[in-house]
């Protein structure tokens, strides 16, 4: 078991709750911190996430956009751009080994077949000069030492696994002639070549026509399913969330402030930024009406305000929340929330 | 496709028709005397003088005197020098020669530019990014004839005329072009390096080789092979200066004694070629885009 450098305390501590959940969890991330060191000084951008998520079972992970989520993602993949990207603490473990101290080659050969990741804009994701086919047959003959007809079969049976149409006829296709969503399928196809244990999905569905966006989403959520993966989502679509999750981990700048079973947070959230997420989630009954929008911007994270970083836009903010970090509290054995005023909260709604 | 080679090769006409109508205007055109120094000591005599005006059209007005020479090299016939000489069996002879020198420096220009540039380009402010900017700027900043001569101070003149023999030249020719490449190939790799699809390929799990090899290189090159295809033709008229360093025949050696004697002919023949061949090689990079990039579809 690692030890983890926890940098708000400066000393080494070892959660006990969250070492507890680590033998199941099948991706366990602690204490994560990552900074970018540019010329323009150096952002925090990562201030101590964890999360984890089992085999079988679907995290969303929650949070405005320029918190942190597709950081962490990366950290989690080692995809980072180093430099800017370093991380400076923190740990993450994959079936309980750890991935951040393990070799190059070792983290390249988790990467697709033990981890997996498919990203917001396909267009972009794919290599725009090579066909697709040869973009999924080539994993599974460089990591797989299939034979060209072996590989080229098994690619035509992942592209309808995805469901795309004459996947046969489509394999010499390049990226710019598909639509939108068949080229998200691809990319799904793609990760799902190795046979990964975990996916993770960042914002899937962002880059698509509101009518494809369901689809896709029905479809990962089929695989999820299927092949019992672990699925770390990320969106911002919360009502994606209501229907896939099993659970969701709500990040603020560079932080999971609120993390526990999907249902229990949205009947009753234990942070006030899950709160005013919540509120902003356009909702039938209040059709017409002006959308709820959380007031004021995410703080900068070259200049991340002292005290709770979201005191600024808070509503229930007090003296002490300017002063002192709130840490992660469990709340039960499955929850916890960063927030000074939790209890109060919870008892108010 | 089709269509789109047709409409190509079809607007190549009136640039064709253009360029080579100047370049006759500015050989015929220049007030000197053609048959000055041509009889020895002597003015040449009056009957000469009258067979040669005939035999090259030259009592016709300039618009007429080009289109009568157009109308022969259709036909082939490149015309004769002064002397009586086929100016395409010289032609024949030098062309292959400066097209075998224009191919090595080309070769050498890709080879070593493209090499140092996705060396510099992975690693851009390190030290071989630093050694190779001053080693181009040295380059750049150079004119041609001087890296020529230390070139030949060191190595001499070639021997002969093989590929071998002219990897010297090639390299002086070349070195223009290499320092273009070099940064061409720098620029294009140390924007992709960063692209989404170069991500992808890492999240993939494939060998670092494969994503800098395949991924990465096969998306940055498209600039660079575009420029080695005009260049080609850029190269051969270029010789003629690297051909007169390194005394090598080839059509640049031939144009140049040619300007001095005012062989019109000759000079008008070699770069009504060298036109054509830059106009069918900015053809051919066009084409080769499309094929390059599958995004590019003409039609
Ligand atoms: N290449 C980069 N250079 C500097 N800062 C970056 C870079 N990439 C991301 N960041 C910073 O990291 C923060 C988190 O980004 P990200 O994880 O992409 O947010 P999101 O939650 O929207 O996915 C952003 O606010 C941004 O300022
Ligand atoms: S700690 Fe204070 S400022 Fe931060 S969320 Fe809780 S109440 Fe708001
Ligand atoms: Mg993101």
Redesign the interface.
Known sequence: MSTVYDGESGEFVPPQEIAAAQDESLLQVLGLQVEFRTRDGVAKVLNGVSYHVNAGETLAVLGESGSGKSVTAQAI?G?L?TPPAFVTGGSVTFKGEELLTASAERR??????GI??I?Q?AL???????TVGFQIA??LR??RGMGKAQARAAAIELLEQVRIPHAAGRFGD?P?QFSGGMRQRVMIA?AL??DPEVLIADEPTTALDVTVQAQIMDLLAEIQRERAMGLVLITHDLGVVAEVADRIAVMYAGRIVESGGAREIYRRPGHPYTVALLESLPRLDLKGQQLNTIKGLPPSLTDIPPGCPFHPRCRLAQDICRRQVPEPVPLDAARSSACHFTGELMDRV | MGRYVLRRLLQLIPVFLGTTFIIYTLVWAIPVDPFAGKCGQRPCPPAYVAAMRAKFNLDDNLFVQYVKYLGRLFTGDFGQTFSGTDVSTLIANAYPITVRLAVVALVIEALVGMTAGVLTGLRKNGFADNLVLVATLMLISLPVFVTGYILRGLFGTPRGTSFVDLIVPGIVLGSLSMAYVSRLTRTSIAENRRADFVRTAIAKGLPTSRVVGVHLLRNSVIPVITFLGTDLGALMGGAIVTEGVFNIRGIGGLVFTNIQQQQGVVVTGVVTLLVLVYLVMSLVVDLLYAVLDPRIRYE
Do not use: C, K, T, W
């Open positions: 993949m995809i751009d390249r050969m988790v990467r697709g077949e997996a990741m990203f804009d972009s994701a794919l290599n725009p000069v090579f080539e994993q460089l990591r390049y710019h793609m070549a190795l």
